[in-house]
T-cell receptor, first 113, second 116 residues
Framework: AQSVTQLDSQVPVFEEAPVELRCNYSSSVSVYLFWYVQYPNQGLQLLLKYLSGSTLVKGINGFEAEFNKSQTSFHLRKPSVHISDTAEYFCAVGDNYGQNFVFGPGTRLSVLP | GAVVSQHPSWVICKSGTSVKIECRSLDFQATTMFWYRQFPKQSLMLMATSNEGSKATYEQGVEKDKFLINHASLTLSTLTVTSAHPEDSSFYIC????????????FGPGTRLTVL
């Protein structure tokens, strides 16, 4: 069974400051890792994904994440946040069989002026 | 590419009635579709997985007779909430994927169901 932990339920940060949203996972098989963003009353938008290859993954809106297999982590980072980045962020893990897609509990990022 | 739509985007119904939510893959054939529900300020919880032409697989604790799922074609899946009650009020999100060696899911915009 797979599981995802997002230790920070809420992260407040000032505009133009850097941010890191933490994600740790557990799995007994090879995994694919994803970060999604959800704006209020909307569906999920894919920010980035790790399937294989380079452990540093760059996504949309200036976000990037690094896959660390030894630490079973996939933390999301952005060097300078904007007010418009205020949203809920979900880390997710899936296996390579096309099933068992598990979401973390989410982290609410609040960017303050 | 890989666009998934849901209809309606929001619905309000009376307790005891049934509500149907549609999920469509607009530009690809979805061999598998997933249905999630999300309560306020919570994460997405998988309700069921459906493969085209076969019965859906429900997660533990999800009543299959209450949440009827039909995946009749490679571009359409429907979720019917039967005899809805206020506790069924939630945000329902579908996703779709195709068989291509990896399991990325493409998510619909969600449907907000409010049962009065």
């Amino acid at each position: 069974a797979q599981s995802v932990t997002q230790l920070d339920s809420q992260v407040p940060v000032f505009e133009e400051a850097p941010v890191e949203l933490r994600c740790n996972y557990s799995s007994s098989v090879s995994v694919y890792l994803f970060w999604y963003v959800q704006y209020p009353n909307q569906g999920l938008q894919l920010l980035l994904k790790y399937l294989s290859g380079s452990t540093l993954v760059k996504g949309i809106n200036g976000f990037e994440a690094e896959f660390n297999k030894s630490q079973t982590s996939f933390h999301l980072r952005k060097p300078s946040v904007h007010i418009s980045d205020t949203a809920e962020y979900f880390c997710a893990v899936g296996d390579n069989y096309g099933q068992n897609f598990v979401f973390g509990p989410g982290t609410r990022l609040s960017v303050l002026p | 590419g890989a666009v998934v739509s849901q209809h309606p985007s929001w619905v309000i119904c009376k307790s005891g009635t049934s509500v149907k939510i549609e999920c469509r893959s607009l530009d690809f054939q979805a061999t598998t579709m997933f249905w999630y529900r999300q309560f306020p300020k919570q994460s997405l919880m998988l309700m069921a997985t459906s493969n085209e032409g076969s019965k859906a697989t429900y997660e533990q604790g999800v009543e299959k007779d209450k949440f009827l799922i039909n995946h009749a074609s490679l571009t359409l899946s429907t979720l019917t909430v039967t005899s809805a009650h206020p506790e069924d009020s939630s945000f329902y999100i579908c996703s779709a994927s195709w068989t291509s060696g990896h399991n990325e899911q493409f998510f619909g915009p969600g449907t907000r169901l409010t049962v009065l």
